[in-house]
């Protein structure tokens, strides 16, 4: 099992593990049927550190270090602390608000998650009016924060996928508003681009700091960041 996980120390040995990585760069053999796509997508899984990491370290997945960094950079994981996971699957983000110091979480994803002490996982559309009301039901006070890491399924066209992206996370922070106890947190998964100004203006309006930051465990290449409002000021 994976301890707390100390980004700053593993960084000290960035340069020595990326030199070592270069040497052993592994490349995915060609296979009948598969796309080419896949084969870069295998490609990039099998020489990526944090992958490599996260199997080494026990972690459900490589995004677990994207809410380490955020909890090490903002603080944001209390002791005890009631948890809301949004787009849990595979149950990363769960399992280190759990070794954080996390009470209980309620985690919620349309893809199944197996069984983590201290979690409760619903197996359901968070989208739908069914899949909030399960998450309500299922919490026993108003909870400390509420994280998502939820995506669209993409389409193929940049503009659409967008929306749909703001259209979650408008729908996550519309939940934190609702549940979060004064002084909680939330923090959500976004996109650079446009169509977010609304739910910036929202979360202003109700946290006492918001603010962008992008975990170096997230790819280069990737326009994906993330919103943290801390300090809910109730409703």
Do not use: C
């Not at 796309?35 to 997945?61: C, F, I, M, P």
């Not at 677990?64 to 809301?84: C, Q, S, T």
């Not at 992206?165 to 408008?170: G, H, P, Q, S, T």
């Amino acid at each position: 099992m994976a301890r707390d996980g100390d980004i700053r120390r593993w960084k000290g040995k960035g340069e020595a593990f990326g030199d070592k990585r270069r040497k052993l760069t592994q490349r995915v053999k060609t296979a009948r049927g598969r796309k080419t796509s896949s084969n870069r997508w295998l490609q990039r899984q099998l020489n990526d550190v944090y992958v490599q990491r996260a199997q080494d370290e026990g972690y459900r997945g490589r995004a677990a270090y994207k809410l380490i960094e955020l909890d090490e950079r903002f603080r944001l994981i209390r002791k005890g602390a009631l948890v809301v996971d949004l787009g849990a699957a595979p149950g990363g983000w769960s399992q280190v608000a759990l070794i954080r110091g996390a009470g209980q979480v309620i985690g919620i994803d349309l893809l199944p998650m197996e069984p983590l002490d201290g979690a409760h996982f619903l197996e359901m559309d968070f989208s739908d009016d069914a899949g909030v009301a399960a998450v309500l039901a299922a919490l026993r006070a108003a909870p400390d924060i509420v994280i998502s890491d939820m995506a669209a399924n993409t389409t193929g066209h940049p503009a659409t996928d967008h929306l749909r992206i703001v259209a979650l996370v408008e729908l996550a922070a519309d939940f934190a508003i609702r549940t979060l106890k004064p002084g909680g947190h939330f923090v959500a998964k976004v996109f650079q681009g446009g169509g977010a100004a609304d739910l910036l203006k929202t979360l202003k309006a109700n946290f006492d700091k918001v603010r962008h930051f992008k975990p170096d465990a997230s790819r280069s290449e990737s326009a994906e960041t993330y919103v943290v409002a801390r300090g809910f000021r109730g409703r």
